[in-house]
């Protein structure tokens, strides 16, 4: 199939911009709770009326210090509660917060306040006031900057206190869908990053037709209050999206600023999400973490045999959704239902409790853990979008999913698929270009389409499959083509793997580099009665490259033997977005890669 369209299901916005929904609720039900506030360690409820209080003492505050309609105002902080109080608060006037990643460098900083024009900026901590201390000589249109550990909150609602509240409603009322709502930078895998121009129609659209489309599913059962933690960066534009629904969609929002395991798994059991968007690295970690745990106890036997009948639990009700086959018979019931006891529901239990259903993006989840997931009573709806498409383009649909693809398009979204192979979206939620770059623009934006760069497929339904970017093809001097983002992901499953990434561009096979998970090392090497080895030795043991060279082989069962891995090598280190390696949102940057690593590639094809 090579274009399939979902009619919409809501109309697109004709009036009004982003905050409307904060003024509108705080009036419809002022003490409703909106929002969940982590305050000395402990969740406090904040009422619709109460944020919106909040928001508009800060426009007040922007307003006089100077904030003026389409300024656009940088934020450089991590997922916390001020962040959607200040986004909110800035779309009140008319503002266009432009996000910066709080581990972006001070050239990194530079380069986005200074293409964006940003006349203020918001930072969280003292090191980032430092960063932008250190390039503001180079912007001469930054006047203003507050930090948020340094009561940005309180000196802005104290300078604000004068103006009156129509002069916010004068600049709020002024805003219409197509205003720029904020400009978002894409994580620069291939080069300098660009802004993308989202408008307030963007994120209405696309927030609007998910809550129209997946609000049934939000609830862990009929009728209780839907909670979201936000744990994704809001610099991303998938964190901003599920900022956006979630205050538009009346669904409890909490932040929580950090992915590591040790600092979310206790707010997720404190705060008790019923559902949650993630990114498949968190469902890695969860799952992982789990299987440790029931080796650590004796119980990786019963663990892998929850697995398999969680995996095929799935798999039946998936055929029985779509006329392929049968529910699962009574045989795998019984099981199923005897590991709901003593797996599934510890496995929930870790991430709250309430938690049964999730979305996810960002890059593909494997096939196998969408499944597993599905069988231990978490559906996760894997979707598909760009920066450029306000997030989500497509989607798993309600109760009709089918694991390891991205899902059909969302309501009023086509999906067409070119000559070359090539996706390309149309819909409300597609950019309006990128900020002072018309060629880049013109090259992306062809008659309304988006042609986003990567490589697809469409099947008889609709449903989109990602096989890898145009930009990312290798090409073996043989004159294979070679999609390295499948290989790469099947390495990835394996539980002692963090990275991997495929190497062959001109070279005669491909080959990959592969880094370790810390965590999953440790716990192997205890499991095994080794010691500990200091990097350099790991690297060398043989039982571990045993183990990782099954994690290779398992991959090479996707490929030709033309284009399967025919060596690899473990890194004593891993790619990190301090050495320049990783985006922000965690892709590979694979150029710096290849050059930082060169050695070691040439030793690969010269052994």
Not at 505 to 511: E, I, K
Request: overall charge negative; hydrophobic content about 40%.
């Amino acid at each position: 199939m090579r274009e399939f369209t979902v009619p919409p299901v809501e109309a697109a916005p004709q009036v009004g911009g982003l905050a409307d929904a904060v003024f509108d609720h705080a009036s419809d039900d002022p003490d409703r709770v909106a929002l969940g506030r982590k305050v000395d360690g402990q969740w406090r409820d904040v009422t619709s009326g109460e944020f919106c209080a909040e928001v508009l003492a800060i426009a007040k505050g922007l307003l006089a210090q100077g904030v003026r309609f389409n300024d656009r105002v940088a934020i450089m902080c991590r997922t916390r509660y001020e962040w959607t109080l200040f986004d909110f608060a800035l779309w009140s006037i008319g503002a266009q917060p432009v996000p910066v990643y709080p581990t972006s460098s001070a050239e990194q900083v530079y380069w986005m306040m200074y293409d964006a024009g940003v006349s203020a900026a918001i930072v969280e901590t003292e090191d980032h006031a430092m960063t932008v201390g250190s390039v503001i000589d180079r912007l001469p249109m930054l006047t203003r900057l507050w930090q948020l550990d340094a009561d940005a909150v309180g000196e802005l609602t104290a300078a604000g206190e004068h103006i009156d509240d129509e002069v916010v409603h004068r600049h709020r009322l002024a805003v219409t869908p197509d205003s720029p709502a904020t400009v978002i930078y894409t994580s620069g895998t291939t080069g300098r990053p660009k802004g993308c121009v989202i408008s307030h129609a963007n994120l209405m659209f696309e927030s609007d037709t998910l809550i129209a489309r997946w609000e049934p599913v939000f609830h862990s059962k009929p009728g209780d209050e839907a909670s979201t933690l936000l744990f994704l960066p809001l610099a991303h534009v998938f964190g901003r999206m599920v900022e956006v629904s979630a205050i538009r969609g009346r669904v409890k929002l909490g932040h929580q600023p950090s992915l590591g395991a040790k600092e979310l798994l206790p707010d997720l059991a404190a705060f008790r999400p019923t559902f949650i968007l993630a990114v498949p690295y968190v469902f890695e970690k969860v799952f992982n973490a789990a299987r440790r745990k029931a080796e650590a106890e004796g119980r990786e036997g019963p663990f892998d045999k929850a697995v398999d009948v969680a995996v095929r639990y799935a798999e039946a009700q998936e055929h029985k959704a779509f006329g392929t086959g049968s529910a699962p018979g009574a045989g795998l019931r019984m099981q199923h239902q005897f590991f709901e006891k003593v797996v599934y529901s510890k496995v929930r239990e870790a991430m709250g409790g309430r938690i049964r259903t999730a979305m996810s993006g960002g890059s593909a989840m494997e096939r196998r853990l969408g499944l597993f997931f599905a069988g231990a009573g978490i559906t996760v709806y894997e979707g598909y979008g760009l920066t450029e498409s306000t997030a989500a383009a497509t989607a798993n649909p309600p109760r009709r999913t089918r694991y390891g693809t991205v899902g059909r398009p969302i309501p009023g979204t086509t999906v067409h698929i070119a000559d070359d192979g090539e996706v390309w979206l149309r819909g409300g939620q597609v950019f309006q270009g990128y900020l002072n770059e018309p060629k880049a623009t013109e090259a992306v934006l062809k008659d309304g389409w988006l042609a986003t760069g990567d490589l697809g497929a469409l099947d008889e339904d609709g449903y989109l499959t990602i096989t890898g970017r145009k930009k990312e093809i290798l090409v073996t001097s043989g004159g294979k083509s070679v999609s390295p983002i499948p290989l790469e992901e099947r390495v990835r499953a394996h539980p002692l793997v963090s990275q991997a990434i495929v190497v062959g561009n001109d070279r005669p096979y491909v080959a990959a580099l592969v880094t370790l998970d810390p965590d999953a090392v440790e716990h192997w090497l205890q499991m095994r009665g080794k010691p500990k080895l200091r990097p350099a030795d790991l690297v060398r043991d043989k039982d571990l490259e045993t183990e990782i060279r099954r994690a290779v082989v398992a991959a090479n069962t996707l490929v030709s033997q033309a284009e399967s891995i025919r060596t690899f090598r473990i890194l004593a280190a891993q790619f990190s977005e301090e050495h320049g390696m990783l985006t922000p949102s965690l892709k590979l940057k694979r150029k710096v890669i290849e050059k930082a690593y060169a050695t070691e590639v040439d030793a690969l094809y010269h052994a």
